[in-house]
């Protein structure tokens, strides 16, 4: 019998009896038996081992014109009840190990970083040991024969221009908290979701429309070979409301709401929440009749959440750490520590040990990341300069040390991300004035009108060299025009593009009003969740685009609650 497995059915005994946590226990056990009882070799030691598993269940319920359409999950990873294990294991030195990244190989290839699977969801010590015993012989092998690719690239490639370590020596760290529990009335929360979806049924051009309820209960768990033993709960609750319509010219326009909390008590009642449908109703209504948006370049208003989506796309991604040494990466602020790269009355930190902004709950909030650090304010600009970068335990030139952004998705392993970016101004005006101010622009430019964005559902952004350009493109969905005698006209079908240190030099001034955008952030780590806080802001000159359409028609029958009210 292997020896690692005959170690492995030892320690499967059972927890002792004042154990209440067999998880925690069969990964704490995993680690001691797997670091002894691997083999080690001289040339290639396995320093670090890291068991990180997310232990969960997802409910959800979607309803469109008043009938249930969705409940509960589909049973893969991300829905339902499920525990996710990820197994990190380090060979070779923190100066030199098999997760250096090779170059030309893309910013998505984690080959040779570990292994992920699923766990057993009942507290079985036997199969759950079996199972990161199995698990953690896949990533020894695993990363065995990716060191001898990083270091066949050493020998046949130039060298990099920095040399930093690949990993970071970074305090161990102990939290047990308690294990997240989620007390929902889903009967309640299933007929309140169909209610609230049946407020579309009077809007007959509304082609497709839905409310969801989404509620997640997670349990995460980080144990290393370091020491560190981490467990947190997390509960997020989403209710996401959305509808679309089609134009006469066959442009297709989205629109959507949502509301974030951390507890159902959180949520508004019944009443704010019609109101917040119709509301969405309207304004679709509206965009259907509005005319589409011409090319522009001049001044414009980005009001306060679309503000905080704009700057998580084009200055908070261009801050992970791990991007500064990447040799695949633009690196535009790589070399700019320091020096001014926002105007001087901004300044932007990411605090993920934030929970909320006034009353508003903070998506981006944890207390240790996923590589057991705790989640420490980064100060990225101070006053327009440029301070700091976001990190993991990857070092870059001239961070040597971790400051709790080193996050992933269950499944995948980490990099440095975002968590609760911050944008804070030292000169903010009331929003009138704010407009003023652009109309002022307006005139002294000539121009025909302004445009104000309220609304945008995100956007995306290129860090990378190789062919495309440093750009980013962001997907407003409700825009004005803003005329010199201060008339405001709705338009649809406009996408802001540009470069980001051009888009930065234009901020002219901000608002006094601040919003929060709560949400999902997609990137080489999978989806987590985060949050921005921008005020609002001025733009000397931006330039926006038409959007694509599909020149299809509406519907040639009339919807049957125009006919009959949907009666069978």
Partial sequence: MNALLAA??????????????????????????????????ADAPMYYLQYRVADGQLFSISASLGALAESDG??????????????????????????????????YDFEGQGSSGQLPIEDDPRALRIALWRATDRAWKAANKQL??????????????????DFSVDPANTYVGPRASL????????????????????????????????AASMTTYVVDSEGTRLRQPRIFLRLFMSGSVRAEDGMDLDLYDSVEVTAPDQFPDEAALEKRVQTLIDTLLKMKKAPPADPYSGPAIITSKAAA???????????????QKDADEGQTFTKKLNQRVLPEFLSVEDDPGREKWDATPLNGFYKYDEEGQKGQKAVLVEKGILKGFLMGRSPVKGFAHSNGHGRAQPGLPTVSRQGNLLVTSTTSVPFEQLK?????????????????FHEVSGGFTNTRTGGL????????????RLYPDGREELVRGVDIVGTPLASFERIAATGSDVAVFNGFCGAESGWVPVSAVAPSMLVSD?????????????????SPFAVDGGAP
């Fill in 8 to 41: 492995a059915l030892l320690a499967a005994a059972p927890a002792a009896p004042n154990d209440d946590d067999p998880l925690l226990a069969a990964l704490v056990d995993s680690i001691d038996t797997h670091v002894k009882q691997l083999p080690q070799s």
């Fill in 74 to 107: 589909r049973g893969d990873r991300f829905t339902g009840k499920g525990r996710t294990l990820d197994v990190s294991v380090r060979v070779g030195s923190k100066a030199l190990d098999n997760t250096h990244q090779l170059r030309g190989k893309g910013r």
């Fill in 148 to 165: 001898i690719k990083v270091r066949t690239e050493k020998t046949l490639k130039t060298s990099e221009e920095d040399q930093s370590d």
């Fill in 183 to 214: 007390e929902l009335d889903r009967d309640a929360w299933t007929e309140r979701v169909k209610r609230l979806s049946a407020k579309f049924r009077g809007a007959t051009e509304i082609l497709d429309s839905s409310v969801t309820l989404v």
């Fill in 309 to 323: 989506v704009f700057f998580h796309e084009i200055f908070g991604h261009r801050i992970e750490g791990h991007r």
């Fill in 436 to 452: 003023q101010q652009l109309i002022a622009q307006v005139k002294a430019r000539k121009k025909p009108y302004g445009l104000i």
């Fill in 469 to 480: 350009p440093q750009a980013f493109k962001v997907l407003p969905l409700v825009v004005t």
């Fill in 542 to 558: 931006i330039e926006v685009e038409r959007r694509s359409k599909r020149h299809e028609r509406g519907p040639l029958l009339p």
